[in-house]
C-alpha cells in the first residue's frame, strides 16, 4: 500500500459506514464536524479495544489500579495544568474565504506540493520559527511560499494568533457575581483527573511507588483541522495511564514503557512494520522525554500514542493551586544516605492512546479488497476485514444451511450454547455464500453451517474467514475451539 492511499482511506470510511462501524453524527441534520458515532459492530469493536487495553494495564500489572473520574472538574484544574494558558495552536484565518487554518498544517500541505528539498527546508524554517513562537516570521513564511487558501485561492491572510482548544460551558443555575466564575470545561484529556486523585487512590488502594493509574474517557478538544474522518475528531477518547515514579528514576521507566507499550501493539498480531517510534526533538516545558508511536494509516504514518516523562510537573501544580499536599512517603532506604527517602512529589511516565485512533489504526490495516480466483478460471472478489480475532465484533456467525427439516432448530441450540460465552450472530436469510461475504466485510473469523449431515453426525462446516477454507467439526467441539482461538 502507498504511505499516502486516500482511495484506501476513503474506502475505509464509506466501508464503515455501510457496514454498522462508524457514521457522521446527527447524519439526518447533515453530521457535526469531526464528530461521529459508532454503529452496532463499530461501539462493540470500540469496546474490545478497551478492553483489551483495560486488562493489560490493570489487571495484567499488580502495580496498575484505574478510576473513573469525571469529565467536568473544578477549573482551577485547567489553570494548574497550564491548559487555559498554553493549551492552543497558532491559527490564521484567509480575509477572503473566512476559512481558518493551523498555521503548521497549512505550512505542511504546501510542503507535500512541493519537491522533496524543497517540502523539506519550508519544514525545517517551520520548525526553527514555530518553536520560537514567532508569528511574524511564520506569516512571512507563508507569504513569501505564496500559500493559498484552498477555497478562495487567494493569500489574503490575517495576523497569526493563539486559539486554545477548550470547549467552554456554563455550570449550575445560580448566576456568579463575575460571568467567568461559572465557566467549566470539557476536559481535553483524562490525565488531570488522575492527578487531582494522586493521593485517594494511592491511599485507599494502599499503593506503593512506583505504581499507575489507568483511566479510558471521554476527552473534548476544539480542533480546527478536522477533516481526517476520526483520526482528528472534536469528541473522541483516550486510554491513559500515569505511572508514578521515584525521582531520579523515571528515566528508565520512560524506556520501560516505551518499549512496553511497542509490544502491547504488536501483540495484535499486526506486522512491526507499520510501527515506528518517533522521538520528540522539541519538548513541552515540563516533559524530560516524549515520543510517539506512529502508525503508518492510510494517509500516512502518523501518532497513535504519545509517551511522556512529565517529571512531577503535573503533581507539584495542582499542590501550588491546591495549597493540599501531594506527596508521599518512600520509606524504603536510600542506599546513598542509609535513610528511608522520605517525603517527595512523584515523577511521572505517561501513555496516552486515542481509543478512536487505535479503532481507526485496526480497520484500516484490517480492510482488503480481495480477488479471488476460481475453478473455471474466472475470480470473484470481496471485501474483507482482517481483525484479529479477539478484537472482532462478531466472534462466530451460526447459518443453517436451509430454513426447513429442522436445520434451524439445531442452530438454534447451538447459538444457545455458544452466546454466553463469546458474541455470536444467527442468520438464515439468503444463501450461504452470501451470507459468508456478509460476516468478511464485519470481520467475523469464523462461521459454522448446519446442514443436513449434521442431523446424522453432530457435525458441522466450519469457514474461516481468512483463508476461506472449510473443515467438518464435532458440535462440541465449537466452543473450545472458538475460544483458543480469541484467548
Ligand atoms: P496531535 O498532535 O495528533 O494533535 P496530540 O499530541 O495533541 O495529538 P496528545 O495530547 O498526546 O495528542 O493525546 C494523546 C493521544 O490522544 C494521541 O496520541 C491521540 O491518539 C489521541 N488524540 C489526541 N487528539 C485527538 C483527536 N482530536 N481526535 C482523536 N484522537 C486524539
Same mark, same amino acid.
Given at each position: 500500500m502507498a504511505t499516502n492511499d486516500n482511495n484506501k482511506f476513503q474506502a475505509v470510511i464509506a466501508h464503515a459506514k455501510e457496514y454498522g462501524f462508524v457514521f457522521p453524527s446527527s447524519e439526518i441534520y447533515d453530521g457535526l464536524s469531526a464528530v461521529y458515532d459508532y454503529g452496532p459492530w463499530g461501539s462493540e469493536l470500540k469496546k474490545n479495544i478497551r478492553d483489551y487495553w483495560w486488562k493489560s494495564m490493570t489487571q495484567l500489572h499488580e502495580?496498575?489500579?484505574?478510576?473513573? %473520574?469525571?469529565?467536568?472538574?473544578?477549573?482551577?484544574?485547567?489553570?494548574a495544568s497550564g491548559h487555559v494558558d498554553?493549551?492552543?495552536?497558532?491559527?490564521?484565518?484567509? /480575509?477572503?474565504?473566512?476559512?481558518?487554518?493551523?498555521?503548521?498544517?497549512?505550512? $505542511? %500541505?504546501?510542503? &507535500?506540493?512541493?519537491?522533496?528539498? $524543497?517540502?523539506?527546508?519550508?519544514?525545517?524554517?517551520?520548525?526553527?520559527?514555530l518553536s520560537g513562537d514567532d508569528f511574524a516570521g511564520l506569516k512571512k513564511l507563508i507569504g513569501d511560499n505564496k500559500i493559498k487558501c484552498s477555497v478562495s485561492g487567494t493569500c489574503n491572510w490575517t495576523d497569526i494568533r493563539q486559539f486554545n482548544l477548550m470547549f467552554k460551558t456554563e455550570f449550575g443555575a445560580t448566576v456568579a457575581e463575575k460571568e467567568e466564575d461559572n465557566i467549566v470545561y470539557l476536559r481535553p484529556e483524562t490525565a488531570q483527573g488522575i492527578f487531582v486523585n494522586f493521593l485517594n487512590v494511592q491511599k485507599t488502594a494502599r499503593m506503593k511507588i512506583p505504581f499507575g493509574i489507568a483511566q479510558t474517557g471521554k476527552a473534548f478538544r476544539n480542533e480546527i483541522v478536522a477533516r481526517q474522518f476520526i483520526f482528528r475528531m472534536r469528541e473522541f477518547e483516550q486510554m491513559e495511564m500515569q505511572f508514578f515514579v521515584r525521582p531520579g528514576t523515571e528515566g528508565a521507566w520512560y524506556k520501560f514503557w516505551k518499549e512496553e507499550r511497542l509490544k502491547w501493539h504488536l501483540s495484535l498480531g499486526i506486522p512491526a512494520e507499520k510501527y515506528r517510534y518517533h522521538d520528540h526533538i522539541k519538548l513541552a516545558h515540563y516533559a524530560k522525554e516524549a515520543c510517539d508511536i506512529e502508525f503508518e494509516f492510510p494517509i500516512g504514518f502518523k501518532e497513535l500514542e504519545?509517551?511522556?516523562?512529565?517529571?512531577?510537573?503535573?503533581?507539584?501544580?495542582?499542590?501550588?493551586?491546591?495549597?493540599?499536599?501531594?506527596?508521599?512517603?518512600?520509606?524504603?532506604?536510600?542506599?546513598?544516605?542509609?535513610?528511608?527517602?522520605?517525603?517527595?512529589?512523584?515523577? =511521572?511516565? $505517561?501513555?496516552?492512546?486515542?481509543?478512536?485512533?487505535?479503532?481507526?489504526? =485496526?480497520?484500516?490495516?484490517?480492510?482488503?479488497? $480481495?480477488?479471488?480466483? /476460481? &475453478?473455471?478460471?474466472?475470480?470473484?472478489?470481496?471485501?474483507?476485514?482482517?481483525?484479529?480475532a479477539k478484537l472482532a465484533p462478531i466472534k462466530l456467525a451460526i447459518l443453517p444451511l436451509t430454513k426447513k427439516d429442522g436445520l434451524p432448530e439445531i442452530a438454534r441450540t447451538i447459538m444457545n450454547d455458544c452466546q454466553d460465552e463469546f458474541y455470536c450472530f444467527y442468520e438464515e436469510k439468503d444463501a450461504i455464500g452470501k451470507r459468508y461475504r456478509r460476516m468478511d466485510a464485519i470481520g467475523t473469523p469464523f462461521c459454522i453451517t448446519v446442514d443436513h449431515q449434521t442431523k446424522e453426525d453432530q457435525t458441522v462446516t466450519i469457514r474461516y474467514r481468512d483463508t476461506m477454507t472449510q473443515e467438518r467439526l464435532p458440535v462440541n467441539k465449537v466452543i473450545e475451539l472458538v475460544k483458543g482461538k480469541i484467548r
Amino acid at each position: 500500500m502507498a504511505t499516502n492511499d486516500n482511495n484506501k482511506f476513503q474506502a475505509v470510511i464509506a466501508h464503515a459506514k455501510e457496514y454498522g462501524f462508524v457514521f457522521p453524527s446527527s447524519e439526518i441534520y447533515d453530521g457535526l464536524s469531526a464528530v461521529y458515532d459508532y454503529g452496532p459492530w463499530g461501539s462493540e469493536l470500540k469496546k474490545n479495544i478497551r478492553d483489551y487495553w483495560w486488562k493489560s494495564m490493570t489487571q495484567l500489572h499488580e502495580n496498575i489500579v484505574g478510576i473513573d %473520574a469525571a469529565i467536568f472538574m473544578h477549573p482551577t484544574t485547567w489553570k494548574a495544568s497550564g491548559h487555559v494558558d498554553n493549551f492552543s495552536d497558532p491559527m490564521i484565518d484567509n /480575509k477572503d474565504s473566512k476559512k481558518r487554518y493551523r498555521v503548521d498544517h497549512l505550512i $505542511e %500541505a504546501h510542503a &507535500e506540493t512541493l519537491a522533496k528539498e $524543497e517540502g523539506e527546508a519550508l519544514l525545517s524554517s517551520m520548525d526553527r520559527l514555530l518553536s520560537g513562537d514567532d508569528f511574524a516570521g511564520l506569516k512571512k513564511l507563508i507569504g513569501d511560499n505564496k500559500i493559498k487558501c484552498s477555497v478562495s485561492g487567494t493569500c489574503n491572510w490575517t495576523d497569526i494568533r493563539q486559539f486554545n482548544l477548550m470547549f467552554k460551558t456554563e455550570f449550575g443555575a445560580t448566576v456568579a457575581e463575575k460571568e467567568e466564575d461559572n465557566i467549566v470545561y470539557l476536559r481535553p484529556e483524562t490525565a488531570q483527573g488522575i492527578f487531582v486523585n494522586f493521593l485517594n487512590v494511592q491511599k485507599t488502594a494502599r499503593m506503593k511507588i512506583p505504581f499507575g493509574i489507568a483511566q479510558t474517557g471521554k476527552a473534548f478538544r476544539n480542533e480546527i483541522v478536522a477533516r481526517q474522518f476520526i483520526f482528528r475528531m472534536r469528541e473522541f477518547e483516550q486510554m491513559e495511564m500515569q505511572f508514578f515514579v521515584r525521582p531520579g528514576t523515571e528515566g528508565a521507566w520512560y524506556k520501560f514503557w516505551k518499549e512496553e507499550r511497542l509490544k502491547w501493539h504488536l501483540s495484535l498480531g499486526i506486522p512491526a512494520e507499520k510501527y515506528r517510534y518517533h522521538d520528540h526533538i522539541k519538548l513541552a516545558h515540563y516533559a524530560k522525554e516524549a515520543c510517539d508511536i506512529e502508525f503508518e494509516f492510510p494517509i500516512g504514518f502518523k501518532e497513535l500514542e504519545g509517551i511522556h516523562s512529565r517529571g512531577d510537573y503535573d503533581l507539584s501544580q495542582h499542590q501550588l493551586y491546591s495549597k493540599k499536599k501531594l506527596q508521599y512517603y518512600d520509606n524504603d532506604i536510600d542506599p546513598a544516605t542509609g535513610k528511608p527517602y522520605g517525603n517527595y512529589v512523584p515523577c =511521572v511516565v $505517561e501513555t496516552s492512546i486515542g481509543l478512536d485512533r487505535m479503532f481507526l489504526s =485496526v480497520l484500516s490495516y484490517a480492510y482488503e479488497e $480481495e480477488t479471488i480466483s /476460481k &475453478e473455471d478460471g474466472g475470480s470473484d472478489s470481496r471485501v474483507v476485514l482482517r481483525l484479529p480475532a479477539k478484537l472482532a465484533p462478531i466472534k462466530l456467525a451460526i447459518l443453517p444451511l436451509t430454513k426447513k427439516d429442522g436445520l434451524p432448530e439445531i442452530a438454534r441450540t447451538i447459538m444457545n450454547d455458544c452466546q454466553d460465552e463469546f458474541y455470536c450472530f444467527y442468520e438464515e436469510k439468503d444463501a450461504i455464500g452470501k451470507r459468508y461475504r456478509r460476516m468478511d466485510a464485519i470481520g467475523t473469523p469464523f462461521c459454522i453451517t448446519v446442514d443436513h449431515q449434521t442431523k446424522e453426525d453432530q457435525t458441522v462446516t466450519i469457514r474461516y474467514r481468512d483463508t476461506m477454507t472449510q473443515e467438518r467439526l464435532p458440535v462440541n467441539k465449537v466452543i473450545e475451539l472458538v475460544k483458543g482461538k480469541i484467548r
